[in-house]
């Protein structure tokens, strides 16, 4: 199983990005899918997180302003962030939850990271 980040890159303060991740490979079934980000020499930071049924929770600090969407068909989350400022600059990481084939238990699994900059 391999999970496959996408669509990071420069961003004004106030604009938007979206960021993508798939995941591949030998899958039963995926029970969550989720972000996190990290700044250099800090401790990775909790995004937020989609379970199979669709519910969402989000850190404090990009509530009201990212918002995570999952498509069951695509084996996919993405992470649309509005109203970006310097301080969401990090690399962010995609993890999910995934039980793969002819497994009964879900294994956490990590995506490489994607590199977001907000600046002027």
């Known amino acids: 199983v391999q999970l496959q980040a996408s669509g990071g890159g420069w961003v004004q303060p106030g604009g938007s990005l979206k960021l993508s991740c798939v995941a591949s490979?030998?899958?039963?079934?995926?029970?969550?899918m989720g972000w996190y980000r990290q700044v250099p020499g800090k401790e990775r930071e909790w995004v937020g997180v989609?379970?199979?049924?669709?519910?969402?929770n989000y850190g404090h600090s990009v509530k009201g302003r990212f918002t995570i969407s999952f498509d069951n068909a695509k084996n996919s989350v993405s992470l649309e962030m509005n109203t970006l400022t310097p301080e969401d600059t990090a690399v962010y990481y995609c993890?999910?939850?995934?039980?793969?084939?002819?497994?009964?238990?879900?294994?956490?699994?990590w995506g490489q990271g994607t590199l977001v900059t907000v600046s002027s």
């Open positions: 490979g030998s899958i039963r079934s995926i029970n969550a």
């Open positions: 989609i379970t199979s049924s669709g519910a969402t």
């Open positions: 993890n999910a939850d995934i039980t793969p084939s002819d497994y009964s238990l879900g294994y956490t699994y």
